[in-house]
């Protein structure tokens, strides 16, 4: 079989696997004709289900491949082999910078090196108009001889091209790494996201650590978007102030505010660097430069260097990690914006969601998943209210906050204490509560508990929230692909009514992972992303979505609904009226879009 060590594809004579990730795996291989090795990145094949990806790829395979400078791991050559593409590249002995750091301190030298190469290579990219959208530690490769090199411009740009491609990490960025706009899922992406990452890299070379770390990718996204980048000297002292000022303008969370080009970071940079007397008298820098703590389980398959097992240890320990990249596998991208106003719609579908506001999320509870006892007498919550970002007050409490609170105390590691604990918050009105339950629902049922999460997506679905059934539904969908080999048809179909109502939500974008996305039913992944643009962006925005759903299917019902709504959104109500009636009478329509259709006409003036 193909892609198996010994095995021929095309020229190339795979010789061993290096890794595998959600996104690819990478293949050492050896090319004949010019006696070389090479390394094969072979995308996954989720990609092949997506019948337009294949242009797409050669289009941007194209791009990429153009890319010649010295700091860029060069792409030789992109092909299909058995409807899989895969992408040549420069083979290089070495390691890579996150393993470096992970090593000990970098020094002075080699901080500038970084500083220097990687910048130059990204300000190249970025003169020759292409973003690399997931600049990262473990993508900048060291060879043996001491050259350094930024990797992975193909994943990132390939991958982005795909409406409906799969990618753990590098379509929407690594969580730590990852700029507050991407994680948004805005499209507008420019220079200034690569500079945002950049900065997160500098950060943790001279800080320490990364600036935002938690259990779970949902908390470390939202940091970014919300919660106020860690002063470097709070974390670290040794930190000195030019640099600290060069670190707080890069990673402003406006884009208009950070450095404008990677040319005047690495200026800024510079010169701070200078100037606070590093190097220190040719010494070792004094920080604590790269010994950061490990937030998670390194991606697997992300470098294409050989390098001393580190991923064929990292196949080895798949833990929390690799359940989310394999419910990555079946996230749709929806690419949601986090908007703080609403536009108004006359719509009964939403949420008022008055007793939360915009908080950032609780990290996980602590690693036993102990939470604070209870006081003596059972049930009752703590003084003050249950943990939470905005702390519920006691005469909010209700009977079965008490009682769930108390089975979670418990026994903490139990999903279904959780999930009724986290529905009590939801009926409560307690969105942001419900939200970090729901969160620690999925970390204690764990990858492959298929009967829970059935029972669950229902439990969310007869409580109307949408959004948290959608993501539970999400983690189904490749359960069923691996046990049954097929997605049954109610599960596609509620999959789709819940994120479609879900989208309505301000917090749809916490309940389904924003880090990867996939191609399961990608024709329907713009009508999602136009729902929500309409709640949370622009109408033009949405407009453009439906227009890219119609473009990608005429059998959609949902494309019905949302022209619909859009209708009303400006005013059109007859149009709207018009469309609404004829989804009703449509024979082929869902029930459940026949049911929305029902309750926007119901809303109608």
């Known amino acids: 079989m193909s892609f198996k060590p010994g095995g021929n594809v095309g020229p190339y004579q795979i010789i061993e696997q290096l890794g595998q990730g959600g996104m690819a795996s990478v293949y050492k291989a050896y090319h004949a004709a010019l006696d070389r090795y090479v390394a094969l990145k072979v995308l996954h094949q989720a990609f092949n289900e997506d019948s337009t990806f294949i242009g797409r790829f050669q289009r941007e395979a194209r791009v990429v491949a153009k890319l010649e400078h010295p700091?860029?791991?060069?792409?030789?050559?992109?092909?299909?082999?058995?409807?899989r593409p895969y992408l040549v590249m420069k083979f290089i002995e070495g390691d890579t910078l996150k393993a470096r750091m992970t090593a000990g301190p970098l020094s002075s030298k080699e901080i500038e090196q970084v500083v220097e190469t990687v910048g130059a290579a990204l300000g190249y990219a970025h003169r020759q108009g292409v973003l690399h959208r997931d600049i990262k530690p473990s993508n900048v490769l060291i060879s043996n001889e001491n050259i350094i090199y930024l990797a992975d411009f193909g994943l990132a740009r390939i991958a982005q091209a795909g409406e409906s491609t799969l990618s753990t990490d590098s379509v929407m960025g690594t969580p730590q790494y990852i700029s507050p706009e991407q994680a948004m899922g805005k499209k507008d992406l420019d220079a200034k996201t690569d500079i945002y990452s950049f900065g997160v890299m500098l950060y943790e070379m001279v800080v320490g650590q990364v600036p935002f770390s938690a259990d779970t990718p949902f908390s470390i996204i939202?940091?970014?978007?919300?919660?106020?980048?860690?002063?470097?000297?709070?974390?670290?002292?040794?930190?000195?102030?030019?640099?600290?000022r060069v670190l707080l303008k890069a990673l402003a969370k406006d884009r208009n505010d950070r450095y404008q080009s990677v040319e005047e970071l690495i200026g800024a940079f510079k010169s701070a660097w200078l100037t606070a007397g590093v190097p220190m008298r040719g010494a070792e820098v004094t920080m604590t430069s790269g010994l950061a703590k490990p937030l998670a389980p390194k991606p697997q398959g992300e470098a294409n260097v050989r390098v001393e097992n580190p991923l064929k240890r990292q196949q080895k320990k798949r833990g929390g990690w690799m359940w989310a990249a394999v419910g990555a596998l079946v996230i749709l991208c929806f690419g949601f914006g986090f908007i703080a106003l609403r536009n108004s719609l006359p719509l009964s579908q939403r949420r008022t969601d008055s007793n939360t506001t915009p908080v950032p999320l609780l990290p996980s509870f602590t690693p036993a998943g102990q939470i604070p006892p209870l006081p003596p007498g059972g049930a009752n919550p703590p003084p003050g209210g249950f943990p939470s970002p905005t702390p519920i007050p006691a005469d909010k409490i209700t009977p079965e906050m008490s009682a769930a609170y108390e089975q979670v105390q418990k026994n903490p590691g139990d999903p279904n204490a959780r999930l009724a604990l986290s529905l009590a918050f939801w009926d409560a009105?307690?969105?942001?509560?419900?939200?970090?339950?729901?969160?620690?629902?999925?970390?204690?049922?764990?990858?492959?508990?298929?009967?829970?999460?059935?029972?669950?997506?229902?439990?969310?679905?007869?409580?109307?929230?949408?959004?948290?059934?959608?993501?539970?539904?999400?983690?189904?969908?490749?359960?069923?692909i691996r046990e049954d080999g097929f997605i049954p048809e109610d599960a596609k179909e509620n999959f789709r009514e819940a994120a479609y109502r879900?989208?309505?939500?301000r917090d749809m974008p916490l309940a389904m992972p924003l880090e990867g996305s996939a191609g399961f039913q990608s024709d329907f992944a713009n009508v999602a992303?136009?729902?929500?643009?309409?709640?949370?962006?622009?109408?033009?925005q949405a407009e453009e979505y439906l227009a890219l759903a119609e473009k990608a299917s005429d059998t959609l019902k949902e494309t019905?609904?949302?022209?619909a709504e859009i209708f009303i959104k400006q005013g059109n109500a007859t149009e709207a009226q018009?469309?609404?009636?004829?989804?009703?009478n449509d024979p082929d329509a869902p029930k459940w879009t026949v049911g929305m259709a029902e309750e926007i006409l119901k809303s109608l003036p």
Request: hydrophobic fraction near 40%; glycine fraction near 6%; avoid cysteine.
């Open 222 to 244: 939202h940091d970014h978007i919300y919660t106020p980048l860690p002063l470097p000297q709070s974390v670290n002292p040794n930190v000195p102030e030019p640099v600290q």
């Open 502 to 505: 879900g989208a309505a939500l």
């Open 71 to 83: 700091n860029i791991v060069p792409v030789y050559d992109y092909a299909e082999h058995e409807g």
């Open 429 to 480: 009105g307690f969105d942001s509560s419900a939200m970090d339950e729901f969160r620690m629902t999925v970390e204690t049922a764990g990858p492959e508990n298929r009967e829970f999460y059935e029972i669950a997506a229902g439990e969310y679905r007869d409580h109307e929230a949408w959004h948290l059934a959608a993501g539970i539904y999400a983690r189904l969908m490749p359960i069923y």
């Open 578 to 584: 018009f469309i609404l009636t004829t989804l009703l």
């Open 560 to 563: 019905h609904l949302l022209r």
């Open 529 to 540: 992303r136009g729902r929500y643009a309409l709640y949370y962006g622009e109408l033009t």
